[in-house]
């Protein structure tokens, strides 16, 4: 078969923060499937056909993307990010996974990118710097239930947690239901970071206590970092703050 299928993380929307792979790739394909938005980014020629579609329809968008690769195209499939981190790669493989059987033997290549917990982390300090996760508070394809335990489990761990979809006109109460859930296996004082469009020219960065954080501090281009029980905080004069987590840990074991 002599198709092809990209699946490429373009990274948190700065230029400057697509790698070189990413620009290889983009330059070297003949369509492109994604989200409007993220399509929006990539700097096209003539040759290069755009197939944009909505953020919700992202298994529709695999499938059509493994039917034009199967038909022997050069197939790019983009994301912002990471493509393996809440985005394409995993609706790509599920799709395959449950379609037909030619679409096995695709030649398939993931390109990674930066994703937004890395590039939020970098502009205030080391917040990653110990053990962590990712939890995407999106309950479009799981139960809140599910996502509540997920949260309860990794801050009684000690985890950091980064957020992902944190909030949108669809679900404008998670956040605060998150926030209410994490007081009582946290401290009030424990840092917690909103950094939205991250590197972009419209980035804001926050830096609040858990007990000040709300939910109208984010949006959807927004990732909330949420620190653990050993999360520190450095003052600056005249600086903003620098943030990050120890890399040894002296939390006692339960």
Known sequence: MSGLLVIIGTGPGNPAQMTPQARTAI????????????????????????????????????????????SGRHVAVVSGGDAGVF????????????????????????????????????????????????????????????????????????FVIALYNPISRARPWQLGRAFELLREKLSGQTPVIFGRAAGRPDERMSIVQLDEAQPEMADMATCVIVGSQETRMIARDGLPPLVYAPRSSERPMR
């Open 27 to 70: 330059a070297a394909a003949s369509d492109f499937f994604g989200y409007g938005p993220y399509l929006d980014r990539l700097d096209l020629n003539d040759r290069q056909t755009r197939h944009a579609s909505d953020n919700r329809e992202e298994l529709a968008r695999a499938r059509a993307a493994l039917a034009m690769a199967a």
């Open 87 to 158: 985005a394409m790669a995993a609706a790509v493989c599920e799709a395959i996974e449950h379609g037909p059987a030619e679409w096995r033997q695709l030649d398939l290549e993931i390109v990674p990118g930066i994703t937004a917990m890395l590039a939020v982390a970098a502009r205030v300090g080391a917040p990653l710097g110990h053990d962590f996760c990712a939890i995407s508070l999106s309950d479009n394809l799981k139960p809140w239930a599910l996502i509540e335990e997920r949260l309860a489990a990794a801050a009684g761990a000690g």
